[in-house]
């Protein structure tokens, strides 16, 4: 299993920017496919962004399309997600997660490894 960790939650007014790390360790980083979530108070959790093994191919919700973008960095097994333009609406838990058979970003079916959360709000 790999374990995760986020970080880089916090407040932030509305239009203003976040970036959220997740450092991954016990498992070769490389081998895993890799997105983050975000769940809202009263919501079920959603999908945010993935990014494929090697960093070639990111794939992102419609809602933050164009404001966010997901990276990775394999050697400092990490994955990064910078929030741009930031709305009320995107205040909620952000979640990475991992999944090492993930081979098509889209594929709706659950990850297998979660991390714990960073709050992130955003104030009007």
């Known amino acids: 299993q790999v374990q995760l960790v986020e970080s880089g939650g916090g407040l932030v007014q509305a239009g203003g920017s976040l970036r959220l790390s997740c450092a991954a360790s016990g498992r070769t980083f490389s081998n895993y496919a890799m997105g983050w979530f975000r769940q809202a108070p009263g919501k079920e959790r959603e999908f945010v962004a993935a990014?494929?093994?090697?960093?070639?191919?990111?794939y992102y919700a419609d809602s933050v399309k164009g404001r966010f973008t997901i990276s990775r960095d394999n050697a400092k097994n990490t994955v990064n997600l910078q929030m741009n333009s930031l709305e009320p609406e995107d205040t909620a838990v952000y979640y990475c997660?991992?999944?090492?058979?993930?081979?098509?970003?889209?594929?709706?079916?659950?990850?297998?490894?979660w991390g714990q959360g960073t709050q992130v709000t955003v104030s009007s």
């Open positions: 990014i494929s093994r090697n960093g070639g191919s990111t």
């Open positions: 997660a991992a999944d090492r058979n993930r081979v098509v970003l889209s594929d709706t079916r659950p990850y297998t490894n």
